[in-house]
């Protein structure tokens, strides 16, 4: 069942669990989210971010998860995450995409609700849901690293204001997150997570899951946490069923196709249930 973010992140502010972001770069990874929020009776929001482009075309990325998404017994929300230019996120928007997060993080303030604004008028029209962010999340490494993340890390005063401004359905905060392997475990702000959604009374998302301690999952969705974004940990977990199927003598890629799914839908099945989403389809 094809359905938009507040469909699913509102339940799940209001029953206090959350909800997994999975990007699908392929139709492996594709079933592997898809098949497991089935079996566990799970909603889920699947789809890709503008980085990952490279690694399959908007487009045909569309062309898979559309359908499945249509086809699944469990609501699901095809999201394209972290879209940088205008220009995609119209791109999304026109393919059936049914939620957009637009980041326009690295602008100024009021350069972000300028232009995240515009997105939500016209998302909004159509029945699409829109994220936004407000600080900025780094990455653990290369060009997107940042020296002192904490600089930072989102404003509550200025969440507040840039919500009632923006009208988005969710937002993005940056609390000691990062996307990609942490070499560390983070320390994340769980008192600035709480004060932000009391503030915003909006579903919070979590960028840079992949590699955080249970415990932090936990007690940041206790706190107002409302999506969880993955991608890191299950991108991982196809490799090691590759490694496996290949160790167990699989000769053709068809024979390893198998081994890919089953180790990422075991990583997905992890997540939904410790978000606290199993049976919440």
Known sequence: MLVNMNDLLLPAKEKGYGVGFFNAVNVEMARAVIETAEELQAPVMI???EILLPAMELERVAEYLIPMAQKASVPVCVHYDHGLTFER???ALKLGFTSIMYDCSTTDYEEN???VAEMVKICHAVGVTVEGELGHVGDNE???KLLNPSDYYTNPDMAEDFVRRTGVDSLAVAVGNAHGDYKFAPKLDFERIRIIAQKTNLPLVLHGGSGLLDDDF???IQNGISKVNIFTDIDKAGKRGIEKGLAEGAATMMGLIPYEIDAMKEVVA???KLFGSVNRG
């Open 47 to 49: 789809g890709t971010a």
């Open 89 to 91: 996120c119209m791109e």
């Open 113 to 115: 609700v300028m232009r």
């Open 142 to 144: 290369g060009a997107g």
């Open 218 to 220: 936990r007690i940041a």
């Open 270 to 272: 992890e997540k939904m």
